[in-house]
């Protein structure tokens, strides 16, 4: 292989043992590449530290100033790795999102990479240079930090990986590749070989935190070949292909981060006040999964991270309104081609009505099922999975 892209999550670069594990992991696939660019995240829970302590100065800060702080996570450890690498004999060089070129829009907390530079990139390779970049982050036009929502950095190595024409990128974390569920609570679930990038597509934007959603449609796009794997274990590992016609399910996703939010008034809401609430939602990089208007309120769902954001535009802009808030959770049943196969949805409605479930609504695509309820336990979860996924 000439060129490599190579991204560890923030479990596999949480302290300097791990440190090690992982330059070992870098120098191995250096001797087989010529380039070798990592990709990394900030260690262990920095980001949800750094999320902890802004928020005990302020309950909804500032989001340019949240990008600038929680940027720094990824630089401590690229800094940390190219100091060990060094040490180890195999030069290397850290870089910051934009020393490395990566140029975004100005949505903050959840930018778009626009392009990238990669010139700086090419000249450190040139070098003979291990080039290890911050994931997670880049440079608007204005020069202002800005980073690409969580689980971005996998998006960055993936991009990079587009820019330098590099033939494999790997996603290195602390599980051996793409699971049936997540087997912190399905001891059952078995690791998948392969899953397409609709499949994969459908799982990320179902709530699992397995791969970064913008990383599978920027690799579908540009045909990527990536492989999901353990840094701390050489067997296994998954690989996301193009479409599988295999009609089965590959995965199950229980989603309970979500928030149902209505606003209500007695009197009717005209369809300007639509545009207008939708708008105000957008303006402030709210984006809703529904968006649903009856006589005399509007309904939306939005994830549970964001709900005292929203609460504070609502009654600030809304007044008028009364805001209610309620949890959600939402059940995804994933694999190609599932929706033609009556049995599979037929199964699901069993078993929810087994455990006494109420279904609040049931959306079909052509990877997936989805049904939203109230609530659900681990086990009826167990349950779905035994019944649903082949060889388990």
Not at 15 to 24: H, R, Y
Not at 239 to 251: A, G, L
């Amino acid at each position: 292989m000439n060129t490599v892209v190579l991204k560890f999550g923030g479990t596999s670069v949480a302290d300097n043992i791990k440190l090690n594990v992982v330059a070992e992991k870098v120098i191995s696939l250096k001797e087989e590449a010529k380039n070798v660019v990592v990709v990394v995240s900030a260690q262990g829970k920095t980001t949800n530290q750094l999320i902890k302590e802004a928020q005990e100065l302020s309950a909804i800060p500032e989001e340019r100033e949240m990008d600038m702080l929680l940027s720094t996570g990824e630089q401590v450890t690229a800094s940390k790795l190219s100091i060990l690498l060094n040490r180890m004999g195999y030069p290397a060089i850290s870089l910051t999102g934009w020393q490395a070129g990566i140029k975004t829009n100005s949505i903050y907390t959840s930018a778009k990479i626009e392009q990238i530079n990669i010139s700086r990139i090419e000249e450190e390779l040139g070098k003979g240079n291990i080039v290890v970049v911050t994931g997670f982050q880049g440079l608007d036009e204005k020069q202002n930090i800005t980073t690409l929502g969580r689980g971005g950095s996998d998006t960055t190595a993936v991009a990079l990986q587009v820019a330098l024409k590099a033939d494999k990128c790997y996603i290195f974390s602390d599980v051996d590749g793409i699971y049936s569920a997540d087997p912190n609570m399905i001891t059952m679930a078995k690791r998948l070989d392969e899953i397409s990038f609709d499949e994969m597509q459908e799982v990320a934007d179902s709530g699992a935190r397995v791969l970064h959603n913008r990383c599978i449609q920027m690799g579908k796009k540009f045909e990527c070949d990536i492989v999901s794997k353990s840094t701390f274990s050489d067997e296994g590992g998954t690989k996301i292909c193009p479409k599988i016609e295999t009609s089965e399910v590959k995965s199950i996703v229980k989603n309970d981060k979500l928030v149902t939010i209505q606003m209500e008034r007695e009197e009717p809401i005209k369809k300007e006040e639509v545009y207008d609430v939708y708008q105000s939602l957008l303006q402030n990089n709210i984006i809703v999964e529904t968006f649903q208007k009856a006589k005399c309120y509007l309904q939306f769902r939005i994830k549970k991270e964001e709900q005292n954001k929203v609460q504070e535009l609502l009654e600030k802009n809304y007044p008028i309104y009364e805001i209610t808030q309620k949890d959600l959770v939402k059940l995804s049943i994933v694999g190609y081609g599932i929706t033609q196969d009556s049995q599979v949805l037929h199964e699901v409605i069993n078993i929810l009505k087994e455990y006494q479930i109420e279904i609040l609504n049931v959306n079909l695509t052509q990877a997936k099922i989805e049904v939203l309820v109230n609530k659900m336990e681990d086990n009826m979860l167990a349950e779905l999975h035994q019944r649903l996924i082949k060889n388990s």
